[in-house]
């Protein structure tokens, strides 16, 4: 997609708009031949208000030479499109100060004002609440009904069952096939990983044991020293996954730092099996028999440029039979590793190869084959299937239920809502550093939805509207590193 | 692709309780009000303190009693701090805090004036005021090269560099050619010089800028010190005698009381410098140009995706910023002085801290210099009335308030987002 709208040079072949053959050097050129992007990672100046944002790269000036910008008129532009195709967006409002859902109408608004009749949206839904992506399909609808051409990419099969007319599927850079937005899911599934899917986990009734994880009246802060927790009480039992669902940066990720010890907790207590872990070094949480899934893999949960069979050890390197008093072993690790890369089936060319080389879904097995060899007593993940291959998420959500099969606590912290219903017993919905409510996982979509947009069940009676092609459980599909 | 535009939803906002930032303030200008009145008051003599709106001890004056000055003006301070702890509107606050502070200096200038020996006992605001813009100057134009720099992503700490460079090559080329105007250019080109450098680097071969920088400023200190002795000191008469641009009057300006003198018969850098603010502020928040400088420096990547060419525009804004810098060298060797060894003297680096504390925009990039600059001014004269206070503490009197004013009254200044991170494509 960045080839089509000329951010990258295509090695061979070619783009043909309209019938014509076109050659691409920036985007500009792009625009110019009426194309239009809005990124998975939002383009917009956070400092800028909208119509500053909007006439970048295409103001209108008065004033010859000099270039005085024509704020008006761009205003006036923004209101004209925004009135026109229903996107409710104020041209003076700053963008930091926008929810996303709102950033990205901007970014639909940047692409209408260049008069473009392609629009590309590059799994714009990834950050959006189920309520916003419905909201979005509408605005999609009616960029459709004005005859402008829309491409669509997601991983969400339920997405785009909904709005597409017609569908390719991409596998690792190549075209695999076309089917109609009427395939079922496990086709759609099934082409896109190459071999036929299990989408749903099975998984036995869950038994849970006694409370392993207790967490009360906790509250941390984020980075900026801006309240991200404010006084959650969780508990995770034996045998039990506990989702928690949130849209992004509700405190999920503060929480979860807080238990493992990586952020200083302000206030409330985190007990692990009868035992205050709160103030404990990380280490020493880990050593407790937790296991821990990063979020960001690339930031927390390997080192790129180690080996394989090195970053499967990076928890205990420096214990026998890895590692004894200054030195490392290397036969045994050596060992250790090629049978974890057969048991959790990591694709890599040896035990190695540099982790950083990896697709996203085999650093991912990875990570889980290191944290998944200890015995554990609370298992923890943070998005663990984020830009993994539904192969491998799969195999990575098999895991997990297994893990909990035999008496592991298991908490699953997932942006992606399908994720949690998918795997959890019971479900937490965060909304501004609380747990808004907990929620069985046959709770219907909407509900949990509303929740996550931070509106309690009282409130939503009335509110809620089942939106039927939504209602079903849908899962992932290849990650957005398998598609650029 | 670092700064994704991803908001907090869930950000709850922190109580500060009682103490708010605000009221912090509040109480140590109370504090420092109250200690003026006490401690001044009781220092100042009963004679009275003199500021003379010539330059001289003649003429019309503003006069008060030095005991009683001292004791009001440090009532004053402490009146603006205790409004401030009690609570006022927010757009109250930089007035408050503006007329705390100067009151706060008007109550130590009662004591000081007042305690000078006869004869020396009176300020001559327009020699103040026209010293505070000459040692203002170099800072104004430094800082200008580093609202350009920085306002599009590029750390310039080479600004030390660039002055010294544009004094040396305005001196030599002033020199040889005789003539102020090609010393002028010759300036300009030199400031660009060690731009270019600067812009080939960090964003070519994205050297570490900070880094870059630094290394630029030692390269600048070693080819003009090398040249100086080996030119300038053997044979000044040829290579270190550069004209100077005389002053200029303006017309109807120049009978403005107190400022007409002190500015406006000033030499062409000043007038230059006082332009260049004006219209970088106007071009930067205004036109297509500083739109695009802006977001360049904000979020690079969305810039290139709407087709503004990032590396282009930084090499522009960069080498535009060594002109600047350059010119400003000039403003010692084509106004005031001879080029001497190393002659700016850290002067770059207030300058940066000028841009910061006027926060990467112009116009408070030049109050920033101007505080600065009264701050030097201060210091100098104290010393020239025989003030009771060492020397040595009135020359660190410009550096104390630096970081002063970096460290404490600033608050959240932010940077340009991107500014520093190299830019690479994809």
Redesign the interface.
Known sequence: MNVLYGLYQPDEGEILVDGKPLKLRGPSDAIAAGIGMVHQHFMLVPVFTVAENVMLGAEQVKGGIAGILDRRRARREVAEVSERYNLRVDPDAVIEDLPVGIQQRVEIVKALTRDVDLLILDEPTAVLTPQETEELLTVMRSLKAAGKSIVFITHKLGEVKAIADRITVIRRGKTVGTASPTASRDELAAKMVGRSVRLTVEKPPATPGRPILEVAGLVVDDDRQIRAVDGVDLTVRAGEVLGVAGVQGNGQTELIEAIMGLRPVLAGTVTLDGQPVHGWSTKKVLRAGVGYVPEDRSVDGLVKEFSVAENLVLDIYDRPPFGKGLSLKPDAIAKSAQERIEQFDVRTPSADAAVGTLSGGNQQKVIVARELSRPLKLFIAAQPTRGVDVGSIEFIHSRVIRERDEGTAVMVVSSELDEVINLADRIAVMYRGRVIGIVGPDTPREEIGLLMAGITPDAATEAAAPAADAATPAPEGPGSEDEA | ?S????????????DEGFWTRTRKIGAVLLALGVLAAVLFGALATDQQARFTLSETEGGAALEIHGTVGAILFGVIAAAAGAALMAGVPKRWFTVLLGVGLVAFVLSFLCWQVSAAPEGRNFMPLVNIVRGTFILALPLIFGALAGVLCERSGVVNVAIEGQLLMGAFSGALFGSLSGSVWVGLVAAAIGGAFISLLLAVFAIRYLVDQVVMGIVLNLLAVGITGFLYERLMQTNAEKYNSAPRFSNWEIPLLRDIPVLGPALFRSNIFLYLGLLLVLVIHIALF????G??T??VG??P????????KVLGLRYRNVLLAGVVAGIGGASYTLALYSFTKNMIGGKGFIALAALIFGRWSPTGALLAALFFGFADQLGTYLGAIGSSIPSQFLAMLPYLATMLAVAGLVGKVRAP?ADGKPYI??
Request: glycine content about 6%; proline content about 3%.
């Open positions: 692709m700064t994704m535009a991803v908001p907090d939803v869930a950000v709850a906002q922190v205004r036109t297509r140009w739109l695009r802006r977001a904000e979020h990547t969305a810039a290139d995706t709407l087709g503004v987002a494509k994809g």
